[in-house]
């Protein structure tokens, strides 16, 4: 997530819906959406892409605002290879869009990716399947930093469902 603006306030429209995601983590996507927008009523609002996966190993993924998320599949050979989730128009706290969820099964290996607006370009290509994570994200952030806002970029690679 990432509130709207580079101070203050921006940082506590972020605070709070950290706080909300934190108490009600356990709800779907889409109801920790409408409790961050009733939360952040009275902020600047924030953009926010959730994703969250399931004991079937289903990605449930939703996007409001312009924080990227990108899914990269294992086997290259996949259609699609890449994906990137198609984020709905709003501000949480101030406009929110329809909610529709994603889904998209999830295989050994496949990588999530997700970025606020302080990562610049197509950091895709930086996305290397046989390569760590956490390495990922530190040459993301190494190139792709736009220098003049905050940035976040996570990356993880899911291993297996959990009743494997």
């Not at 101070?7 to 819906?17: F, K, L, P, S, V």
């Not at 994703?51 to 190993?57: E, G, I, N």
């Not at 607006?117 to 046989?130: A, C, N, Y």
């Not at 530190?138 to 940035?151: M, Q, V, Y």
Request: glycine letters at 10%.
């Amino acid at each position: 997530m990432d509130g709207l603006g580079k101070d203050i306030e921006a940082a506590a429209a972020a605070r709070t819906a950290v706080g909300v995601l934190r108490k009600y983590g356990a709800g779907s996507i889409v109801s920790l959406i409408k409790r961050c927008h009733r939360s952040l009523m009275m902020t600047r609002g924030a953009v926010m892409t959730l994703a969250a996966v399931d004991l079937r190993a289903n990605l449930h993924w939703l996007g409001i605002g312009n924080v990227e998320a990108v899914l990269v599949r294992a086997d290259a050979a996949a259609v699609p290879a890449v994906e990137r989730l198609r984020l709905q128009g709003g501000v949480v706290g101030y406009q929110l869009p329809i909610l529709a969820e994603r889904k998209r099964t999830l295989q050994p290996g496949d990588i999530l990716a997700l970025a606020t607006d302080g990562i610049q370009g197509d950091f895709v290509g930086e996305l290397r399947r046989e390569e760590n994570p956490q390495r990922m994200a530190e040459r993301i952030l190494e190139r792709h930093f736009k220098g003049n806002d905050d940035a976040l970029i996570l990356v993880a690679r899911y291993s297996r469902a959990a009743h494997e």
